[in-house]
């Protein structure tokens, strides 16, 4: 919609990226991130699906959200939300949080204890490192918001040692690792079903059990994965699309659209000085 919009910067040597928005209406489809996800709801009412569960929240709260937690976004008020959100990278997380002794979770199972919290000292902290970063005030400035950012949200983040997935069969596995080394293959369900031993519908079922998501829609949600890293490294859009397996450019934007309310030239304008144009629009 006319009215919606969306703000992205990127620091490049944290490789935070900052975020604000605002929507009327439907935001984005579910979709997933790389990151760790904290973010602020500063106005209206953010609905959203995430861990099978509905959320609503409302201004002042902090959301808080896991790496690969499928979540989707909508408006159920005419007036729109608008929000502050920091993607925080894994690997930067873990080296921060080891230096402060909590261990290195990238060996280790992260998550947050709630979705939604009403915590204002943790919502004024992520407000206060998103402004040091998206206004660009400093590297002093934005090390001391995010050092502090980070020991409140070390409170709010449950450690624990991963467990085997039980649900997850080895075949599943097999099948989910297949589909991060052939990304870019046009891979069919029957491929999937004789790599699995097993037939197409019981594929889909035990997938979808172990993982939450069909086969198709855990391909997508890696391919844009994917595709935002290279485009924050400066790859063209067009490469970018071979390189993770959309059809062409066009493909690659119509689903980064609907996942992140951007092109992926937009995207990328936002968040490194090479410009791209978007393709035609095809009619």
Request: aromatic share 8%; hydrophobic share 40%; net charge neutral.
């Amino acid at each position: 919609m006319k009215n919606d919009w969306v703000e992205l910067r990127r620091d490049d040597e944290t490789g935070i990226e900052s975020v604000s928005a605002h929507f009327r209406g439907h935001a984005y489809d579910p979709h997933d991130h790389d990151e760790l996800l904290v973010g602020v709801t500063q106005q209206g009412l953010q609905r959203f699906h995430c861990h099978r569960a509905l959320h609503t929240s409302t201004p002042g709260r902090a959301i808080l959200i896991e790496p690969g937690a499928v979540h989707d976004g909508h408006a159920p008020e005419a007036d729109g939300f608008t929000y502050v959100m920091l993607y925080l990278p894994q690997s930067w997380v873990a080296t921060m949080l080891e230096q402060r002794g909590l261990g290195d979770i990238a060996t280790l199972q992260g998550a947050f204890r709630h979705t939604l919290t009403d915590d204002p000292r943790l919502a004024s902290a992520i407000q206060q490192a998103w402004l040091a970063l998206h206004h660009g005030e400093g590297r002093l400035a934005r090390d001391q918001q995010l050092d502090h950012l980070l020991t409140l949200l070390s409170r709010h983040l449950t450690v624990t040692p991963a467990a085997p997935d039980r649900l997850a069969l080895p075949q599943m596995q097999r099948l989910r690792d297949y589909l991060h080394d052939f990304m870019a293959q046009d891979t069919g369900l029957d491929d999937l079903a004789r790599l699995a031993g097993m037939d197409r519908f019981r594929l889909t079922r035990q997938f979808k059990q172990a993982f939450g998501q069909s086969p198709h829609a855990y391909l997508v949600r890696l391919r844009l994965r994917t595709a935002r890293m290279l485009l924050a490294r400066g790859v063209a859009p067009v490469e970018v699309a071979a390189q993770v397996g959309f059809a062409d450019q066009s493909h690659l934007g119509r689903w980064f659209q609907r996942a992140y309310r951007m092109t992926p030239a937009l995207y990328q304008r936002q968040c490194t000085n090479v410009l791209y144009p978007d393709p035609p629009v095809r009619r």
